[in-house]
């Protein structure tokens, strides 16, 4: 089992920036790992997603804007956010996946943190 902890989110006015972290309980290394996020009477999306190997794919509305990344060594996923709009305002949630033999798929999630961008 594998604890996902988000931290960063807060506040910000169109145009700012945030950076969010998500920290797990355990090593990273073997995980792809997501952010997704879920808007008022929204359904949760995709934001950005890093593989193992280190490979990035963004959602189209934020691409430009947000650049995720990861540290193994920290356990550690990011996700900086910059030319916030409002329309970015949801909570955001840390995502790590992998497939093993025999055990099949592990998925988990964070908790979220709240992102809120308003004037």
């Known amino acids: 089992q594998v604890q996902l902890v988000e931290s960063g989110g807060g506040l910000v006015q169109p145009g700012g920036s945030l950076s969010l972290s998500c920290v797990a309980s355990?090593?990273?290394?073997?995980?792809?790992m997501n952010w997704y996020r879920q808007g008022p009477g929204q359904q949760r999306e995709l934001v950005a997603g890093?593989?193992?190997?280190?490979?990035?794919n963004y959602a189209d509305s934020v691409k430009g804007r947000f650049t995720i990344s990861r540290d193994n060594a920290k356990s550690t996923m990011y996700l900086q956010m910059n030319n916030l709009k409002p329309e970015d305002t949801a909570v955001y949630y840390c995502?790590?996946?992998?497939?093993?033999?025999?055990?099949?798929?592990?998925?988990?999630w964070g908790q979220g943190t709240q992102v809120t961008v308003s004037s």
């Open positions: 890093i593989s193992i190997g280190g490979s990035t």
């Open positions: 355990g090593t990273i290394s073997s995980f792809n």
């Open positions: 995502n790590s996946n992998r497939f093993r033999l025999p055990s099949g798929r592990e998925n988990y």
